[in-house]
């Protein structure tokens, strides 16, 4: 099983890059054969859900990351807190806490742990491709003598590698624009790496993700947790619905035409929504594509799902078969009240929990102020505990799906009513009824065609994909994150909401970098 080597690589994965293997094994002896490939890979993977104080972009110029909470060094945690923090659909209470003050104010400085950490997360997993790419090579792998079916193995691992990292550079073009560009020809230590525009960024992932199509596993067809096909048609999709963020240039029709690969790639939605996030969601392969898979025994740190099960505030342990609540995470009112029914009685997307807690945000960091959300539970679909159940009650075994159907539905629906081709508004009504059928559990919250407005799908995206980790993407793209076109609870350290600086739709490139890199230069306003 695949999981089973990722687990054989957790110690390895919260160890410095640039230490020698304290059991003598070396790079030469791990890719000496297949399994040892798969090991490798292993790690690549396992990056997304293990933690550890790592850090590095490809030159030993750029500095170590350092994140005091080791479980705020968690990609997920730290990737899920800009995404979110910064949005109407969620806060945290504890003010304290490195990094949060400001997030939701969107009034960050320059120097951000969260911010940071993020950084230098996704370029030390960006660093684990290129060593894995590199190993991986067509000249490495004639030079080992392997046998032609082993080959063919390694070459599904290097695309699947190619992915991983290009979904990082993804993550960082989203956040940041304009950063260092490393692959697997820089040698690390030898180049400092040079700044690429986001528009640069843009055209080399599109032609990398189309470069190893057909060296991945057919959609639907490889492990669970691990990248196929329909994964690079994902992500390829979610990069042409922001192009216009991205590149100024829209591409709606492309992102039609791989919303319908995904869609037609043999998925199906998962009949009931409220099991989408359970501990047992590892049987969701109808609709979930791509996962951050997370176990309650194997996979310990206090980010990933864990943070969002413990986190919510108010959620008895009962409920959200845990240990009990963090009293950090709860949405705005703005948010909450997307939903016509907050009580989740006819749309049962709306899992929030309201007793002892305010609907008012009255104060950012009081805990009692906001809903929370039971969205993520620890607890299987049939109401019995974890399958690798943490005895404490701490850890949890809920996968995060990056990529499910649902979205892609959405996907085809904003890019026809946003005038791209290849598509019908007929069939983006029927797709968006889809969601809603499912969310109420019969055709009473169904819409009409003329319901169906680009203003209704970013509600829609909201109640559908809300605490998924793409609502700030979202936001921006409809252009009401820093603008006083939507305005929530504290937006802007203001009670009611307020514009922000343009700026703060892009993040700052951490100065440890800008002060070790000659070569690049920060975003405008930081």
């Known amino acids: 099983m695949f999981t089973g080597l990722v687990l054989a690589c957790v110690s390895s994965c919260t160890k410095k890059l640039d230490l020698v293997p304290t059991n003598d094994i070396t790079a030469q002896d791990v890719y000496s054969t297949s399994t040892g490939y798969k090991q490798a890979l292993a790690k690549?993977?396992?990056?997304?859900?293990?933690?550890?104080?790592?850090?590095?972009?490809?030159?030993?110029?750029?500095?170590?990351?350092?994140?005091?909470?080791?479980?705020?060094?968690?990609?997920?945690?730290?990737?899920?807190?800009?995404?979110?923090?910064?949005?109407?659909?969620?806060?945290?209470?504890?003010?304290?806490?490195?990094?949060?003050?400001?997030?939701?104010?969107?009034?960050?400085?320059?120097?951000?742990?969260?911010?940071?950490?993020?950084?230098?997360?996704?370029?030390?997993?960006?660093?684990?491709?290129?060593?894995?790419?590199?190993?991986?090579?067509?000249?490495?792998?004639?030079?080992?003598?392997?046998?032609?079916?082993?080959?063919?193995?390694?070459?599904?691992?290097?695309?699947?590698?190619?992915?991983?990292?290009?979904?990082?550079?993804?993550?960082?073009?989203?956040?940041?624009?304009?950063?260092?560009?490393?692959?697997?020809?820089?040698?690390?230590?030898?180049?400092?790496?040079?700044?690429?525009?986001?528009?640069?960024?843009?055209?080399?992932?599109?032609?990398?993700?189309?470069?190893?199509?057909?060296?991945?596993?057919?959609?639907?067809g490889n492990e669970y947790g691990r990248a196929d096909q329909a994964a690079a048609w994902a992500l390829l999709a979610r990069m042409y619905l922001n192009a216009e963020v991205y590149t100024g240039t829209a591409r709606y029709t492309d992102a039609i035409t791989y919303a319908n690969k995904i869609i037609n790639g043999g998925y199906s939605l998962h009949p009931d929504y409220t099991q989408l996030m359970l501990a047992d969601n590892y049987l969701n392969t109808d609709e979930f594509i791509f996962t951050i898979n997370y176990d309650g025994t194997h996979t310990q740190n206090w980010g990933g799902t864990t943070y969002l099960v413990h986190g919510p505030a108010g959620v008895p342990g009962k409920i959200s078969g845990s240990s009990g609540t963090w009293s950090g995470l709860r949405c705005t009112q703005n948010f909450v009240n997307l939903f016509s029914d907050y009580t989740g009685a006819t749309d049962h997307r709306a899992q929030f929990y309201t007793s002892g807690q305010n609907l008012i945000m009255n104060d950012l960091y009081t805990s009692t102020d906001g809903f929370s959300t039971t969205k993520f539970r620890n607890v299987q679909r049939n109401g019995d505990p974890a399958p690798d159940a943490d005895p404490a009650g701490n850890w949890s075994d809920i996968d995060f799906p990056v990529f499910r159907l649902g979205e892609f539905y959405l996907i085809y629906a904003e890019s026809v009513l946003r005038g791209g081709t290849g598509g019908d508004a007929g069939t983006a009504l029927s797709y968006i009824n889809l969601l809603r059928s499912r969310a109420y559990g019969d055709n009473s919250g169904n819409i009409l065609a003329s319901d169906l407005t680009v203003d209704f799908i970013l509600d829609e995206r909201g109640r559908e994909m809300y605490y998924e980790a793409v609502r700030r993407t979202d936001l921006i793209r409809f252009q009401k994150f820093t603008t006083t076109s939507y305005l929530w609870a504290w937006k802007g350290g203001v009670k009611s909401g307020t514009s922000a600086a343009d700026k703060y739709n892009i993040f700052p490139i951490p100065t440890t970098d800008l002060s070790s890199n000659p070569n690049l230069v920060q975003n405008t306003g930081y």
């Open 44 to 220: 690549a993977y396992g990056a997304f859900a293990l933690t550890g104080n790592t850090g590095g972009t490809g030159s030993p110029d750029i500095p170590t990351q350092i994140i005091s909470d080791e479980g705020n060094s968690d990609f997920l945690r730290m990737y899920w807190n800009l995404q979110e923090l910064t949005t109407d659909e969620a806060a945290w209470s504890w003010q304290n806490d490195a990094g949060i003050q400001g997030l939701h104010e969107m009034s960050w400085a320059a120097i951000n742990p969260i911010i940071d950490g993020l950084y230098y997360r996704s370029f030390f997993q960006i660093t684990l491709c290129n060593d894995f790419i590199r190993q991986a090579s067509d000249d490495n792998l004639k030079s080992k003598g392997f046998a032609p079916a082993s080959v063919d193995s390694i070459k599904n691992y290097r695309a699947e590698a190619r992915f991983l990292r290009a979904y990082q550079y993804w993550v960082l073009m989203d956040l940041f624009a304009n950063v260092p560009f490393v692959t697997e020809n820089d040698v690390i230590g030898t180049t400092i790496p040079k700044q690429i525009s986001r528009g640069d960024l843009f055209n080399y992932l599109e032609t990398e993700l189309k470069a190893i199509d057909t060296d991945l596993i057919p959609a639907r």
